[in-house]
């Protein structure tokens, strides 16, 4: 049993969170949104869980390390600057950072790693994903964790061979580049495909969030794990211990 913190309580994910919470067994310790004092949530908290925006994340890191309690962050739109701020918070706290909570986009990411890994770069990669119109962030957390578990497998950098938001003369498709392209529309939790294109041949792999639920299940599921971990940087592949 532990005491959930959760950060951006009020939005979609945050009642879905707390709802979670309070059937999985834990209890919930409050929640905290814009212009609330986090430390004051962190304090009372066992584990905070952050959905929220990237705007928030250093006063939720500082929040963390300031009561001395991990945090689960799956806020996405994270640039590199802020990659680096939880890099340093992971000194002080234990962090688990991810796109998507969902254990079946653990896996997903798993595949597509093993499929990249086996492919050579005359398979192209490209990875399509829909969302709710409400969405801000484009492509989503899990589409760019997808890609990275791609790179990773290509040994490649992501930042420096991806195409996104083609549009107009383009030019032909670069030799080992990873595509996004995002669709924006009703209430869509979540759609995901990895499509890997040879010559006359192709494998999709595809996930489909069917609602929030899945990504608060596997939100609580890292706090739980997180709580009582050594200081550092985790992800739900440690979770599902694959
Ligand atoms: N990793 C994953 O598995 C998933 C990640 N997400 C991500 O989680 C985030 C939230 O998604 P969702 O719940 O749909 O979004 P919502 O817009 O529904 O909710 C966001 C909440 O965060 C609050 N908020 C905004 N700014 C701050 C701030 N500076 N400090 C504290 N709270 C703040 C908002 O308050 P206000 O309305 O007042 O601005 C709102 O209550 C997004 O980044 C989304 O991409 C979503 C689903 C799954
Ligand atoms: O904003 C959302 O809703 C979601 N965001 C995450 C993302 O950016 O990938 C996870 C999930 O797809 C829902």
Redesign the pocket.
Known sequence: MANIGV??????????LRRVIEASGHDYAGG?????D?ASLADVSDVLVD??????LQ??LHAAIGAGIPIV?????LGSQHHQAIDEAARAVPILQ?????LG?TLLAHLVREAASRLGDDWDIEILEM??R????AP???ALLLGEAAADARGIDLDDNSESGRDGQTGPRSTGAIGFAALRGGTV??EHSVILAGEQERITLSHS?EN?EI?AR??VRAAEWLRGRELGRYTMEDVLGI
């Open positions: 950060i951006g309580s009020k939005g979609a994910m945050g009642e879905a905290a949104d814009k212009g609330d986090v959905f929220s925006a990237p705007a928030a006063s939720n962050i799956g806020t996405t739109g991810t796109g998507n909570t969902s986009v969302h709710h409400r969405k801000v962030d989503s957390g899990t939790a979540g969030a929030r990504f596997g939100a």
